[in-house]
């Protein structure tokens, strides 16, 4: 997702956060302390208001991220794909490079959420319970209200939501077929998101700006959410239907490891590649890119040969003919690399790169680009 910055990672997953993501938490610590814990605990000094709304925040923002957690963990032991996790304005999205392969693997990914923002509901609720003086009161019945309402609203069934997920299980268990079960789940979620706006119109008549706002929003999340998935899934289709030796480029040069990076600018101006593999005796070495040019300093062109700076064969993700275009899909996304060798007996027989799988879905996907 763009316009957000990566925070770490956990279980090699990317943990990144959205920059709208900073006006929520203002938002949420601007209310704790303005409105909800002077309403319900009167008599504070203003800084503990701030202190414990703080607080409360920064908790609620753990809370979200075990959520999202929770449904990536369960689909990595899926072996689903999960490339990262973003924190935004609506709360968190897990980035999936795949789908589940199965219906019973998209309910166990999908309600792990629910059940987690429970769990983390109860916990609050028992330390509620114990003598932790007021504002540490405050804050854990307010967690525990929060996280039994995330686990609620995340059950609506409207994609991205958990309940749109575990709504198209049910959909592709009952027809078998996940494309005619996702074009049914996004139909249920285009309806919601439509409720949704209207929903929030009334509250701008009932001069609730504020609020009808962020239901608007909400529900124009909820159309793109749902907008993506389906092509997600289209593309899928497509892509699976054709081998790697329908889409590689079978006319492409390569370069030895002891040409130097002078005579290497020359050949990518000549043959209009953005990478060439380096072969010795037919054998693949490496690949070394324009981008890999671009670290060396120009001055040093002319005394580095391009064996110093390539990656090597052990290093590199490549793909045989026979595999299929989402099979080299999958590996350019996972890893952002933007052309995949194809090699057969140690030796390049063609080149997939990120324009083949573009011209492919251009010419064979309506709406997927």
């Given at each position: 997702m763009h316009n957000s910055f990566s925070f770490g990672r956990i279980r090699n997953i990317e943990i990144k956060i959205h920059y709208s993501w900073f006006l929520i938490l203002f938002l949420v610590v601007w209310s704790l302390a303005d409105f909800y814990f002077p309403a319900n605990y009167p008599g504070w000094s203003s800084s503990a208001y701030w202190i414990s709304g703080g607080i409360a925040a920064a908790l609620l923002f753990i809370s979200v991220l075990l959520h999202e957690l929770s449904h990536s963990l369960?689909?990595?032991?899926?072996?689903?794909?999960?490339?990262?996790?973003?924190?935004?304005?609506?709360?968190g999205v897990a980035e999936m490079v795949t789908e589940p392969k199965k219906p019973s693997d998209e309910f166990d990914m999908a309600i792990a959420g629910p059940i987690l923002s429970i769990i983390l509901a109860g916990i609050f609720w028992f330390i509620s319970g114990f003598e932790i003086g007021v504002a540490g009161a405050a804050i854990t019945n307010y967690l525990f209200l929060i996280n039994g309402i995330?686990?609620?609203?995340?059950?609506?069934?409207?994609?991205?939501?958990?309940?749109?997920?575990?709504?198209?299980?049910?959909?592709?268990?009952?027809?078998?077929?996940?494309?005619?079960?996702?074009?049914?789940?996004?139909?249920?979620?285009?309806?919601i998101a439509f409720l949704f706006t209207l929903w929030g119109l009334k509250m701008l008549l009932d001069n609730d700006f504020l609020g009808g706002l962020w239901i608007i929003l909400i529900s124009w999340f909820l159309l793109q959410a749902a907008g993506s998935s389906l092509k997600q899934q289209r593309m899928e289709e497509v892509l699976s239907r054709f081998k790697i030796d329908q889409i590689m480029e079978k006319d492409f040069k390569s370069v030895p490891r002891n040409m130097t990076l002078k005579d290497l600018g020359k050949a990518f101006l000549d043959y209009k590649q953005g990478g060439f593999p380096v072969e010795e005796n037919d054998k693949l070495l490496g690949i070394i890119t324009i981008e890999d040019l671009r670290q060396v300093p120009r001055t040093k062109w002319a005394k580095t040969a391009v064996g110093e700076v390539m990656t090597s064969a052990d290093k590199l993700l490549?793909?045989?003919?026979?595999?299929?275009?989402?099979?080299?899909?999958?590996?350019?996304?996972?890893?952002?690399?933007?052309?995949?060798?194809?090699?057969?007996?140690?030796?390049?027989?063609?080149?997939?790169?990120?324009?083949?799988?573009?011209?492919?879905?251009?010419?064979?996907?309506?709406?997927?680009?």
């Open positions: 369960v689909g990595k032991r899926k072996n689903i794909i999960v490339k990262s996790i973003t924190l935004f304005v609506f709360g995330l686990a609620v609203f995340n059950m609506v069934p409207a994609f991205p939501l958990d309940g749109g997920r575990i709504f198209r299980s049910a959909l592709w268990a009952k027809y078998k077929d996940i494309e005619r079960a996702t074009r049914r789940a996004v139909g249920v979620s285009r309806f490549t793909i045989r003919s026979a595999d299929t275009a989402y099979d080299a899909f999958l590996k350019m996304a996972s890893n952002e690399f933007g052309r995949l060798p194809v090699v057969e007996n140690e030796k390049v027989v063609g080149l997939v790169t990120r324009n083949s799988i573009i011209l492919l879905l251009a010419v064979k996907c309506d709406n997927c680009i």
